[in-house]
């Protein structure tokens, strides 16, 4: 089945194009364009049910900008990437699972939108189990158990915050340890950490 | 009485801890309450709370309830926590990571000295803030820098750590450690974190509104 992908780009050339990167492969089915995407209580974000976003923040005031993937997340799951047209401040675009900016190349945006599908979508798959910890949880484990912050993993591992969070969430469901305490414990028994 | 306790034997400490002896014969439960001076409502609510999934209490029973017998049974509850499970709970622990190496004997009582602590303070903050202004209340001498609201906090981190302890003795103990001591652990933690969570429902769902009622009706 084709994953749906909702565009918020305030440029139409820009929109128009990435509209014609997505529709060129059967992969992907572009389900609405919009010129900008309301924060508010009533967006079409619930009725559309996107997999992924593309939103383009310089739309937004500097305060809305930095919120934009909390108030998407808060509406739907969809993984969310950044449209880079003009320059921001590096707090916006960590926000996104990833960033496509105008002179990206049509295969490596595609690349990007796949990765950022599987980061966001490691959830087991339903005929089999998956309830190992994957490579990059435990990367990710290993961090929290040694104190760090989630900003602090997100710039080690190169990873939005929001798949920091994810990759926790996933953590803690696996192992159903939910104390950072708990967690660095787990890390020792299992090897991942030298006391 | 004694068929009560044939139903559910869970109730056998809710007995001991609010003091009602054995040797009770064929009397009902009003008899025996009667005579170790414990109110049958109270008594039976408590019960309730021990025996149905998903109880609520009724307006009738909030309304009979005798908050210094809730507060008795809290307290002592509190003891049983800290003496008795406390006590038995480490030495089991002790036991078990014996033949672990010494970096995660450690690691494994510190977590668990650290839960200890945890729920140590959050008893002693009830025992020396919450009690005393439950009795206040009751004798109407209650100042207005506290209210019954700002007790209902707090719980869930306690609950956390008990949660997390049970998965890594089920599920992430070193090889060399025994089944059987590891089955013993964790029996005590799950007749623990089940006697917790009655606990704490007695105390948000019976102690909090009817305290709240009074402090309204001041």
Avoid at chain 2, 103 to 132: C, N, S
Wanted: hydrophobic fraction near 40%; charge should be negative; aromatic fraction near 8%.
């Amino acid at each position: 089945m084709s994953k749906k992908v909702l565009i918020a780009v305030p440029s139409i050339i820009a929109a128009r194009g990435l509209e014609r990167i997505f529709s060129d492969l059967g992969e992907f089915e572009v389900a609405g364009i919009l010129r900008s995407l309301p924060l508010g209580r009533e967006t079409p974000l619930q009725r559309i049910k996107a997999d992924v976003l593309i939103v383009d923040p310089s739309g937004y005031d500097a305060d809305s900008a930095l919120s934009i993937r909390s108030g998407i997340a808060a509406q739907c799951d969809a993984a969310v990437l950044g449209f880079q047209s003009s320059l921001l401040p590096d707090e916006v675009w960590r926000q996104f699972d990833d960033v496509v900016g105008l002179y990206d190349e049509p295969t490596a945006v595609i690349k990007k939108v796949r990765d950022a599908l599987s980061t966001h979508h490691e959830q087991p798959d339903e005929s089999e189990p998956q309830e190992q910890l994957s490579q990059r949880e435990k990367e990710v484990l290993v961090c929290v158990a040694k104190g760090m912050l989630n900003k602090e993993i997100a710039d080690k591992l190169n990873l939005s915050i929001y798949t920091v969070i994810t990759h926790r969430k996933n953590i803690t469901r696996k192992t159903g340890i939910k104390t950072v305490a708990g967690l660095t414990v787990y890390a020792l028994l299992n090897n991942l950490i030298e006391v | 009485m004694a068929q009560l306790l044939e139903r559910n034997f869970q109730l056998l400490g809710v007995i001991s801890r609010l003091g009602i002896n054995f040797r009770f014969g064929e009397d009902t439960v009003a008899e025996v309450c009667r005579r170790d001076g414990v109110n049958t409502s109270t008594f039976l609510l408590i019960c309730n709370v021990y025996s149905i999934a998903g109880y609520t209490p009724t307006e009738d029973f909030l309304a009979n309830v005798d908050l210094d017998d809730i507060v008795k049974y809290l307290k002592r509850s509190h003891s049983y926590y800290m003496g008795e499970v406390k006590g038995g709970l480490r030495e089991a622990i002790d036991k078990l990571t014996e033949p672990c190496d010494a970096a995660r004997k450690k690691v494994i009582m510190g977590f668990y000295h650290a839960y200890e602590d945890e729920l140590e303070k959050h008893f002693q903050y009830e025992e020396t803030i919450v009690f005393p202004y439950v009795k206040a209340v009751l004798a109407k001498t209650a100042g207005k820098d506290f209210s019954i609201a700002r007790f209902e906090e707090n719980h869930t981190n306690v609950d956390e750590k008990l949660g997390d302890l049970k998965n890594i003795v089920m599920k992430y103990m070193p090889p060399q450690c025994d089944n059987a001591l590891i089955s013993d652990v964790l029996w005590r933690l799950f007749m623990l974190q089940l006697d917790l969570e009655k606990h704490t429902f007695i105390e948000d769902n019976i102690l909090v509104p009817v305290v709240n009622r009074l402090e309204n009706n001041e």
